[in-house]
């Protein structure tokens, strides 16, 4: 695979490396007991310990712990019996304690992998460095006054992972694909709502460009990105800006950007004078974080099947292809939808592939037309196998089928009960078929005389007609054969 | 001036001897009469009618019912206003009340105001807090006496029998200096024995609460009041809190006391060396086996400690930003200057320079060579503890390295400040338990104190060496 952009003068090689705060999905905070609710009234999720009164203590959420416990295992890392909170120490407006709580030398989860899986059938590793928890700051509010900033606190103090990968990624697309198994497994695992607009999932983005074969390059950091269009944007442009200035004979200056969504551009944050020393110490308010190996071995019992392991088993079950198995298996409600609808009907696992079709494609265009998510879906999985029934069983054609579906859709009627109200059973009758075509062939005389002078195209003009006589309902297999045997005569 | 004690009082209530309000009368009275002392930062005596007239209305038993008791001002309490000696919390009206303070409430105690201290209990005098000096009760007419610090207002109020005991804070002495230049008793128990929950922070690994009381007895009450496990503090300690009071038991025979050489420090006064030498006499003739041990990282107690504790403050201190809550400059034209200001007015200079020696401790290329080696110090240091307790069962040692000072010597030497806590720093790296009686007095006939340091939650053991020398002082 080629994965070298042109610059002017040279091919260049992405290297990009992904720091994702995925927000714990988890009742009350990290280290207080307030609501963690997305779109509450501004600072009515506050406790006396998020807003940092004096006197207050962090006490650890044992929940949150086991959160990122799971992620872990889910990441095929390691997990740390040891690990310590820090503090990350910083002044800003919203960040009410003046630091920060997370973890820094000793993160509760180290060294671990994911697989992204490309349409060709090949796959990829990337590797993790660590994840760790951490507080979230609250929210500087800049819009609501002209002279005056305001803080919403609630989101201060709910717990993140960050999940931080080696930089081996080289494209947008694998950027895009790795972000998305990521959000993919923590939705498996229910350890966050995977909800990127509601920023429950954002990604920093660390990128490079080198020759191909080169060290690394220096590296800039694009902060706060929050859906996977925009993270490719902010690679491409952020990349493109890279060569520019290095083709031109300049160097890259390590630098924290801001990526404008409306401009496409990145900008950079401050500049070197104004970096942070964050002055990590281990915090005393809390002891080290230790978690038995038996503790490990009880969450790790707890956990539900995984994509991997979900797309592993259908390739094996169903003989599908790598690719289609993970169309699949990546988001869990594709999975259990499909699940659903297989076993709904004991003929159907023969028709795994079909089954595949008719949910990515066909179900999926329209529930996308409509809005609709596949959890909303008015089809449930138990009609959608009750209609691949109706195909393969031939009793009506793929095309009505189509149909069928946009009926079932709007109505909520089963396949059934439309196919029976409409009559829309495919005709295999002979006979029936035989007569149809008779009429055809007599209402065009001057075609069967092309076509009997060698324009064999025409066959397909002729089967158009006979459907259309038959309103689509011909078996097609049928119609071609005795269409092809009368012409002849 | 003869005081009454805490355990008398509790009977002459029980008997109806006095009533609660007579007997808080008899406190507001002396407060009034001392207030030159600036023992308090907030005082109102409609406050405490208040307390009695509530307690009066109320049936229920209680251990320490009506008993006035003062409280540092950096305990959090939602009926009196909370400041930690600062400007930047000078306004600050807690709605919500410290772990101690709610137990001694639920007891039935009374509050008579809240004491002075160093600002956010940074210093050893008394003298760096916004709300003035607390003058020692102790000192002669136109020599006023530094009353020790941080906590220097309980224990000059106790000093001035203006409460029946106080709470205090003790991080690196603030509670046993203090009680050694008032002549007081003084109690700092196990780190993790007292909740901190509510207590403003100072440096959180050594910040533990303690009682100054008029004597052991007394403290071994108060003491049992306040201890006890809070699941709001990830460092409070699951520890089964024996009744002290009950079990007070002053026959040590056959117990072995630790004397540590490295104690002996050039430069001692000779009264200091002669009440350690008394107290060591009295415990040999009480059948105590005398035991010179060695803790040999003693002399990088101080640095160690000036290195952790300004470190943790620095971080600690971040929240007073003049953005939630207290003082906030009216020179803002930016977030930064807003902080700045707000700060620099603020913060007075004590508070200040630990913020910035714990800022550069911290610092990226600093914190190798000053936190982390100060941290793997102060685990040699609780080691050279372990060792010791493993041939005695406790150690005895002065408390401080003079009697109270004049209160404006030390002023504008932080170091020889600094060299006040000598004694009782060790103590606070390793976490131990540790007391301070009045032993002896010094050639101006000021009290001298005597130190009594046990193992990790044996404050049983400390009370009874205490209250043995006390008795045989007596």
Same mark, same amino acid.
């Given at each position: 695979m080629n994965n070298l952009i042109k610059g002017e003068k040279y091919d260049w090689e992405m290297v990009i490396g992904l720091?994702?705060?995925?927000?714990?999905?988890?009742?009350? /905070?990290?280290?207080?007991?307030?609501?963690? /609710?997305?779109?509450?009234?501004?600072?009515?999720?506050?406790?006396?310990?998020?807003?940092?009164?004096?006197?207050?203590?962090?006490?650890?959420?044992?929940?949150?712990?086991?959160?990122?416990?799971?992620?872990?295992?889910?990441?095929?890392?390691?997990?740390?019996?040891?690990?310590?909170?820090?503090?990350?120490?910083?002044?800003?407006?919203?960040?009410?304690?003046?630091?920060?709580?997370?973890?820094?030398?000793?993160?509760?989860?180290?060294?671990?992998?994911?697989?992204?899986?490309?349409?060709?059938?090949?796959?990829?590793?990337?590797?993790?460095?660590?994840?760790?928890?951490?507080?979230?700051?609250?929210?500087?509010?800049?819009?609501?006054?002209?002279?005056?900033?305001?803080v919403d606190l609630n989101r201060s103090g709910v717990a993140l992972m960050e999940i931080v990968s080696e930089p081996d990624i080289r494209t947008p697309d694998e950027a895009g694909m790795y972000i998305s198994k990521i959000r993919s497994i923590l939705m498996y695992l229910d350890t966050c709502d995977g909800n990127m607009q509601e920023g429950s999932l954002r990604a920093d983005v660390n990128i490079s460009v080198r020759k191909p074969g080169d060290e690394y390059g220096t590296r800039c950091e694009i902060k706060n990105l929050n859906s996977i269009k925009f993270i490719k944007q902010a690679i491409n442009y952020e990349a493109k800006r890279q060569i520019e200035i290095l083709e031109s004979g300049g160097s890259i200056e390590q630098n924290t950007m801001l990526f404008n969504t409306s401009t496409g551009k990145t900008r950079p944050m401050r500049n070197k004078e104004e970096a942070h020393d964050y002055r990590y110490f281990p915090d005393p308010d809390l002891l080290p974080l230790e978690i038995s190996q038996e503790e490990i071995v009880k969450i790790k019992s707890s956990i539900p099947e995984l994509p991997d392991e979900l797309k592993n088993k259908f390739i094996e079950i169903y003989r599908l292809s790598n690719y289609d198995a993970s169309v699949l298996t990546a988001e869990k409600q594709t999975s259990d939808y499909f699940n659903?609808?297989?076993?709904?009907?004991?003929?159907?696992?023969?028709?795994?592939?079909?089954?595949?079709?008719?949910?990515?494609?066909?179900?999926?265009?329209?529930?996308? /037309?409509?809005?609709?998510?596949?959890?909303?879906?008015?089809?449930?999985?138990?009609?959608?196998?009750?209609?691949?029934?109706?195909?393969?069983?031939?009793?009506?054609?793929?095309?009505?089928?189509?149909?069928?579906?946009?009926?079932?859709?709007?109505?909520?009627?089963?396949?059934?009960?439309?196919?029976?109200?409409?009559?829309?059973?495919?005709?295999?009758?002979?006979?029936?078929?035989?007569?149809?075509?008779?009429?055809?062939?007599?209402?065009?005389?001057?075609?069967?005389?092309?076509?009997?002078?060698?324009?064999d195209k025409l066959l397909g003009f002729f089967v158009g007609q006979a459907m259309k006589l038959t309103k689509g309902k011909a078996n097609p297999k049928i119609l071609n054969e005795l269409l092809i045997n009368k012409l002849k005569k | 001036m003869s005081k009454s004690s805490l355990k008398q009082t509790l009977k002459d209530l029980d008997t109806k001897k006095i009533s609660i309000r007579e007997l808080n009368q008899d406190y507001l009275k002396r407060i009034k009469e001392n207030e030159n002392l600036n023992v308090f930062i907030y005082f109102s005596e409609e406050n405490v009618l208040k307390q009695i007239d509530n307690l009066e209305n109320d049936n229920s038993a209680k251990k320490l019912k009506g008993i006035p008791i003062a409280i540092k001002d950096l305990f959090c309490t939602k009926s009196m206003p909370t400041t930690a000696a600062s400007k930047i919390l000078?306004?600050?009206?807690?709605?919500?009340?410290?772990?101690?303070?709610?137990?001694?409430?639920?007891?039935?105690?009374?509050?008579?105001? @809240?004491?002075?201290?160093?600002?956010?209990?940074?210093?050893?005098?008394?003298?760096?807090?916004?709300?003035?000096?607390?003058?020692?009760?102790?000192? @002669?007419?136109?020599?006023?006496?530094?009353?020790?610090?941080?906590?220097?207002?309980?224990?000059?109020?106790?000093?001035?029998?203006?409460?029946?005991?106080?709470?205090?804070?003790?991080?690196?002495?603030?509670?046993?200096?203090?009680?050694?230049?008032?002549?007081?008793?003084?109690?700092?128990?196990?780190?993790?024995?007292?909740?901190?929950?509510?207590?403003?922070?100072?440096?959180?690994?050594?910040?533990?609460?303690?009682?100054?009381?008029?004597?052991?007895e007394d403290a071994s009450i108060l003491l049992q009041s306040i201890a006890g496990f809070d699941q709001r503090d990830s460092t409070s300690a699951k520890v089964d809190i024996p009744n002290y009071f009950e079990n007070l038991d002053d026959d040590l025979n056959g117990k072995t006391v630790g004397i540590p050489k490295e104690y002996s420090i050039d430069g001692t006064p000779m009264?200091?060396?002669?009440?350690?030498?008394?107290?060591?006499?009295?415990?040999?003739?009480?059948?105590?086996?005398?035991?010179?041990?060695?803790?040999?990282?003693?002399?990088?107690?101080?640095?160690?400690?000036?290195?952790?504790?300004?470190?943790?403050?620095?971080?600690?201190?971040?929240?007073?930003?003049?953005? @939630?809550?207290?003082?906030?400059?009216?020179?803002i034209d930016s977030l930064d200057e807003m902080y700045e200001n707000t700060r620099a007015q603020g913060f007075g200079r004590e508070v200040k320079r630990r913020i910035l020696i714990g800022t550069y401790v911290l610092s990226a290329g600093y914190y190798d060579a000053y936190y982390l080696k100060a941290q793997k110090v102060r685990k040699l240091i609780a080691n050279d503890f372990n060792n010791a307790f493993k041939e005695c069962d406790f150690i005895v040692t002065p408390t401080a390295p003079s009697a109270a000072f004049p209160l404006n010597e030390k002023q504008n030497d932080p170091i020889k400040m600094y060299l006040n806590d000598v004694f009782t720093v060790p103590a606070s790296l390793a976490g131990l338990p540790g007391i301070s009686i009045p032993f002896g007095k010094d050639k101006n006939n000021l009290p001298l104190g005597i130190q009594i340091l046990g193992k990790h939650f044996d404050e049983q053991q400390v009370f009874n060496a205490a209250v043995s020398l006390e008795r045989s002082y007596e």
């Open positions: 720091e994702i705060h995925a927000q714990v999905k988890s009742n009350s /905070k990290l280290f207080s007991s307030s609501s963690t /609710k997305f779109g509450s009234s501004p600072n009515s999720q506050v406790s006396l310990v998020d807003a940092a009164m004096p006197g207050m203590l962090p006490v650890i959420n044992k929940y949150c712990v086991e959160q990122a416990v799971k992620t872990g295992v889910g990441l095929n890392a390691k997990i740390n019996n040891y690990s310590v909170f820090d503090r990350k120490n910083y002044f800003y407006a919203d960040l009410p304690q003046g630091y920060q709580i997370s973890q820094y030398k000793y993160p509760i989860v180290g060294e671990g992998k994911v697989t992204i899986d490309f349409k060709d059938g090949t796959s990829k590793d990337i590797r993790i460095v660590r994840l760790h928890l951490e507080q979230d700051a609250g929210k500087s509010l800049h819009d609501q006054n002209p002279s005056k900033t305001y659903k609808t297989i076993n709904s009907d004991s003929e159907l696992k023969k028709y795994a592939k079909i089954v595949v079709n008719w949910i990515t494609s066909e179900l999926f265009s329209l529930l996308n /037309k409509n809005n609709l998510d596949l959890n909303n879906s008015p089809v449930s999985p138990e009609n959608l196998g009750q209609l691949i029934k109706l195909i393969s069983t031939n009793e009506i054609s793929g095309k009505i089928a189509k149909d069928v579906l946009e009926d079932m859709f709007s109505s909520g009627k089963t396949a059934r009960q439309i196919v029976d109200e409409k009559g829309l059973q495919q005709v295999t009758d002979q006979g029936e078929i035989e007569k149809v075509i008779d009429e055809v062939i007599a209402e065009n005389p001057k075609m069967v005389e092309q076509y009997l002078a060698g324009k | 000078e306004n600050f009206h807690p709605t919500y009340e410290s772990f101690i303070t709610q137990k001694l409430l639920d007891e039935g105690s009374i509050f008579v105001g @809240k004491t002075n201290l160093d600002e956010f209990a940074m210093g050893s005098a008394t003298n760096t807090s916004f709300f003035g000096n607390t003058i020692n009760p102790l000192s @002669k007419e136109n020599e006023p006496l530094a009353p020790g610090g941080s906590s220097g207002g309980s224990a000059a109020a106790v000093a001035a029998d203006l409460c029946l005991g106080a709470t205090g804070t003790d991080t690196g002495g603030s509670i046993r200096q203090p009680a050694s230049f008032c002549g007081v008793v003084g109690i700092k128990p196990t780190y993790g024995l007292c909740s901190r929950w509510g207590i403003a922070a100072f440096a959180s690994s050594l910040d533990q609460a303690g009682i100054f009381s008029h004597n052991v009264e200091i060396s002669q009440i350690w030498e008394d107290a060591i006499k009295v415990l040999e003739k009480k059948g105590v086996k005398i035991k010179n041990i060695s803790l040999p990282h003693t002399k990088y107690a101080l640095p160690t400690y000036y290195i952790i504790a300004p470190a943790e403050a620095s971080s600690n201190l971040a929240r007073y930003d003049g953005v @939630k809550y207290g003082f906030r400059s009216d020179e």
